[in-house]
């Protein structure tokens, strides 16, 4: 099934061998050295590319925010239009670009987010994308609401992936995780607005129609005007 155009497509990216090691030396050399240590990042990569490798190849989830010194998480109740979202624990996403936009959106200046993370699986199990969607408040959308941010790299052990769901004669994988035991934090990269390659593609949608853009998204239909 063709999503709507609305939907991002990760920039493609291929680890040859060198990238790969470097990434994994900075991770192991990084993680070992104390409790949830800053990331140095000074590889001549995007940070993007670091972060989605880590999480595509190691058991590690990611969650974006905008405070650098949480140094355990705990579950809390959530607030969210789906019933996986809406439950008291922590989430997490199974993607680092996904992550990222939690981390550089300053939420005290929005009323409110959009925003998803998916695969799609075709009738033979076949996975497509990552396909993305990222919104905020159209009021804000003018005033550049972005911060630096932190992105925490978390143990998976302890999180489940949320249930794949119908799309036509696809499934859709969403990329988001939780956990309902507390989680400390392995490491943790501090990221930019500028180190987000979908800032000039964030939208921006009407607070008061939310339910209509979440019914676009899980059923395919038009982003409302």
């Given amino acids: ?108 200046r929005v009323g409110s987010i959009t925003n998803g993370c998916i695969r799609l699986a075709d009738e033979s199990g076949t996975l497509h994308g990552p396909y993305y969607i990222f919104s905020i408040s159209q009021s804000a959308l003018p005033t550049q609401p972005w911060r630096t941010g932190t992105v925490y790299l978390l143990p998976r052990s302890t999180f489940i992936t949320q249930s794949p769901m119908a799309f036509g004669s696809s499934q859709v994988h969403i990329a988001q995780l939780a956990s309902f035991v507390p989680v400390q934090p392995l490491a943790k990269v501090t990221v930019t607005p500028d180190d987000f390659p979908f800032l000039a593609q964030i939208r921006g949608h009407d607070d008061s129609r939310l339910q209509e853009y979440a019914t676009a998204l899980q059923t395919g239909g038009a982003w409302p005007d």
């Fill in 1 to 108: 099934m063709i999503l709507p155009d609305y939907w991002l497509t990760r920039p493609s990216v291929n680890f040859d061998e060198t990238t790969q090691t470097a990434f994994d030396e900075l991770l192991n050399t990084t993680i070992n050295a104390s409790e949830c240590p800053t990331i140095e990042f000074t590889l001549p990569y995007p940070k993007w590319q670091f972060l989605c490798y880590l999480v595509d190849h190691h058991s590690i989830a990611m969650h974006g925010s905008g405070d650098p010194n949480i140094a355990l998480f705990e579950p809390r109740q959530s607030n969210d239009l789906n019933e996986f979202g809406n439950q008291k624990a922590i989430y997490a996403a199974s993607d680092g670009l996904w992550a990222m936009f939690f981390a550089i959106v300053d939420r005290e």
